[in-house]
């Protein structure tokens, strides 16, 4: 018999073996117990810190309660989803003020840092929420059906491919290239500075994956060869072959009636 | 070069002047009146000075001009075999990037550019040979008169007149009057041709579109009918009636019944008829421009413009879609909607006046 042995009747023997049962199913729990899921709803936290972000950043030109100012309007109602699309395209903060506010490549906060805005501006007022991933990658989408939709409603504006085209004074509508997504969906949804509001009663969330699709086919389609001027049409394409063309040809006809030397 | 007059005086005596109508005159003679004839006969300027060629007088250069007409010809035979060795050479979904176009398709440029190089060898090399080597002396094709002899012109008139005759035409009116009838009749149905192809009349297509009292509101492509709930602020639907399903010329329906349902905030509408004719702030415009016809459809949401793509007319519609900029002269027609009993958007009237550009009986 060994010491251990000797003194398993002692009393503290118990209170020891409860001790070591504790840190055994403590140990096993924190090890096994599945992870506790992500909630997307915001939560109050999250908002604080947004307010925060809001307010250092942005409330110089829609207020400090985001009540809008001359320079910049009410953010009540916008909803997440345009600050997630403002904010992640780049276009605010705006670097200064004009009628149109450019997608920029630097953004210029990380992605927790937007959810937080984007919580605190969804606190203000309800407005419509960042959109689920099964609609915004575009998967499964009908191509054909994107791009009638397309042409119906986004092509007088962004033109025929999404090559984008100018508004009056200044404004105007920009290419669809290689943009996510979840920012074609909130662009859509919330209708930021002059586009038109196009909610999901208007083009439901799965013609709205089919038009995601059509840009993103566009995207992926190849160059045939040859400069495409943009792809803007007869307009950019005619000034071509009007001045280089034409300019060729009565070059090559001024060489043609010309004496030799 | 001339000599001109040795004092002042009378008019500058040219000595080429002889022929002419009226001499040359000196600009501090002020208005002197010639006598405004042509001379008779012009002097025959002749051809200009030949100017011989390079090549024509130096070997030296003749033999560099026949060099550079050889690489021509050689650039196009190096083309020629580019595109035959590219065309089964080169896999057709190859992208390479090219300067100044980048990711291109390399088989079709390729292909393209050997071929051009190919066909303009051989263009420019001939037409370089041609000015260099060939010969240049001006000719002079002397261009006779056409006019046929009198004899000949007298014996076809005679020809003419005995065939009348041989036909009997002269002594049997009857024939010649059923001719003439004959023939003139048959150049109708020519003329019909032109005129009746012309279409059919519009009668009243031109004033009239699908829109009925009662037609509900649906969606462009996809032809769901519109909740008055489903339209939110800062919306635009581009809408059709519901009955174009019916229609037997969907385009041309289409064409004039393509609406834009809007809604704005009721207080920013500032015309009151804009209010009554809409549904809570919810607006139905014309589509079709009053300029020329193309689609408005761009609707500047912050600044409440609907501008027109084609020749930019912009109409503002806070004030009844007046036209605030740009070459249209009149407002879009409003659509007249209301609700029905489902809560669907329905078309209260007919456009009350003709949609789109003017046109003569628009009165």
Redesign the interface.
Request: include cysteine; proline fraction near 6%.
């Given at each position: 018999m060994n010491a251990l042995a000797a003194r398993r009747r002692h009393p503290a023997a118990i209170a020891l073996l409860i001790l070591v049962g504790l840190l055994v199913t403590g140990a096993a729990y924190a090890a096994l117990a599945p992870k506790p899921a992500q909630a997307s709803t915001t939560s109050a936290a999250q908002a604080e810190e947004g307010k925060k972000l809001f307010q250092a950043n942005c409330s110089s030109c829609h207020g400090l309660n985001a009540e809008g100012t001359p320079d910049g309007p009410s953010l009540a109602g916008v909803g997440a989803a345009a600050v997630d699309f403002q904010v992640g395209t780049g276009r605010m903060p705006m670097a200064a003020p004009g009628v149109q506010a450019p997608r920029t490549e630097r953004i210029k906060f990380s992605d927790e840092e937007i959810a937080a805005m984007a919580a605190y501006v969804a606190s203000l007022a309800p407005g419509p929420a960042v959109p689920d991933e099964e609609y915004t990658s575009g998967e499964g989408g009908d191509v054909a059906?994107g791009g009638?939709?397309f042409r119906?409603?986004c092509a007088?504006?962004h033109n025929f491919a999404g090559s984008g085209?100018a508004?009056?004074r200044g404004?105007y509508a920009p290419p669809l290239r290689d943009i996510e997504g979840k920012h074609i969906y909130e662009a859509m949804a919330t209708?930021p500075?002059?586009?038109?509001?196009?909610?999901d009663?208007?083009i439901s969330p799965e013609?709205k994956r089919d038009v995601i699709a059509f840009l993103h086919s566009i995207d992926k389609q190849?160059?045939?060869?040859?400069?495409?001027l943009g792809n803007m049409g007869p307009v950019s394409e005619g000034l071509f072959i009007w001045v280089f063309g034409l300019g060729i040809m009565i070059g090559f006809a001024v060489?043609?009636g010309?004496?030799?030397? | 070069m001339n000599e001109h007059g040795t004092e002042h005086g009378g008019p500058v005596a040219d000595q080429r002047s002889e022929g002419y109508g009226s001499t040359a005159v000196r600009l501090d003679q002020g208005h002197v009146e010639g006598t405004g004839r042509l001379p008779a006969r012009f002097e025959n300027p002749g051809l200009p000075p030949h100017i011989p060629r390079a090549a024509d007088l130096d070997d030296a250069a003749a033999k560099r001009a026949e060099k550079q007409v050889a690489t021509m010809f050689g650039v196009s035979m190096l083309g020629t075999l580019v595109f035959i060795v590219a065309y089964f050479a080169i896999p057709m979904e190859t992208q390479v990037f090219m300067p100044g176009i980048g990711k291109a398709n390399l088989s079709n440029v390729v292909l393209g550019v050997s071929m051009a190089l190919g066909l303009l060898g051989i263009g420019v090399g001939a037409v370089h040979w041609a000015k260099t080597l060939m010969p240049d002396t001006e000719v002079v094709e002397e261009r006779h008169p056409m006019r046929s002899g009198d004899d000949a012109r007298r014996g076809f008139v005679k020809t003419l007149l005995t065939g009348g005759t041989e036909a009997q035409l002269d002594r049997r009116p009857l024939i010649k009057y059923s001719l003439g009838g004959a023939l003139g009749l048959f150049a109708l149905p020519m003329v019909l041709q032109v005129a009746g192809s012309l279409g059919p009349l519009p009668k009243d297509e031109l004033s009239k579109t699908m829109w009925k009292k009662g037609d509900r509101l649906v969606r462009d492509p996809e032809h769901t009918a519109i909740k008055a709930t489903d339209v939110t602020i800062g919306s635009v639907f581009h809408v059709l009636p519901e009955s174009i399903k019916e229609s037997e010329h969907i385009l041309e329906d289409k064409a004039k019944a393509a609406v834009l349902l809007l809604r704005l905030e009721p207080d920013d509408i500032k015309v009151a008829k804009a209010r009554d004719w809409g549904y809570e702030g919810i607006v139905a415009y014309s589509k079709i421009c009053t300029h020329v016809g193309c689609p408005v459809g761009l609707y500047e949401q912050q600044t409440h413009h609907l501008l027109c793509p084609c020749h930019q007319s912009t109409f503002d519609v806070t004030q009844d879609c007046k036209v605030i900029f740009g070459p249209a002269k009149r407002p879009l027609p409003q659509l007249k909607i209301t609700v029905d009993a489902e809560g669907y958007l329905v078309a209260d009237a007919p456009f009350r006046e003709a949609v789109g550009p003017s046109f003569w009986e628009r009165g």
């Open positions: 059906k009638e939709l119906v409603n007088m504006c085209g508004l009056t404004k209708g500075q002059s586009m038109p509001v196009f909610n009663t208007n013609s190849e160059n045939p060869g040859g400069l495409a060489w043609l010309q004496k030799s030397a | -």
